[in-house]
């Protein structure tokens, strides 16, 4: 078994791979669903998820995550646990309270920053939280990805110079059907 079985059979033991007719983010609609809160809450898929993310960002010194609120924060929080290394939390929009701040956690201008999504379709929660994080001074050239969809998200994030590395595409979890 590779390591893609491996975690393919993880999302499926969490059942996190769903079949039927369901309403996607972006407003289109899929005859099958990947319920990342069933991974992100299964201890064992979690565990598996952050060692693969650590795993791939072993090789860049003084890396920093960058999770995409909200379902990239716990793959994060577990990353940064698994790989030892900071991470900051990257919102869809700033707060209107408190610090009102659209990056929450310690930044520096110019750090290098790895995004970490769930899953992404059309890209663009990850292109969202790239042009935050760059915003905020940030280097941004790799976003980690759970489920890669297939619907566009590699390319869009590509467009904005950014390659986007999947552990899973919608490919490897049909062909396990």
Do not use: W
């Not at 860049?60 to 991470?87: F, I, M, N």
């Amino acid at each position: 078994m590779t390591a893609t079985d491996d975690l393919v059979a993880a999302l499926r033991a969490a059942d996190a791979v769903q079949f039927g007719e369901f309403e996607l983010s972006h407003g289109g609609t899929s005859e099958y669903y990947v319920d990342k809160y069933l991974f992100e809450t299964d201890p064992d898929c979690l565990s598996a998820i952050a060692g693969a993310f650590a795993d791939r960002i072993d090789d860049v010194a003084d890396a920093k995550l960058a999770g995409v609120a909200l379902g990239g924060v716990p793959l994060a929080a577990a990353t940064a646990t698994e790989a030892g290394v900071p991470y900051v939390i990257a919102r869809k929009e700033a707060k209107d309270y408190g610090t009102a701040n659209r990056i929450e956690g310690r930044l520096d201008d110019g750090e290098e920053v790895v995004v970490v999504e769930d899953i992404a379709t059309t890209g663009q929660s990850a292109v969202d939280a790239v042009e935050a994080l760059r915003d905020a001074g940030a280097v941004v050239e790799r976003a980690l990805i759970v489920v890669d969809r297939e619907e566009g998200g590699r390319e869009l994030l590509a467009e904005h110079g950014v390659e986007m590395e999947a552990l899973v595409t919608a490919s490897d979890l049909l062909d396990a059907e």
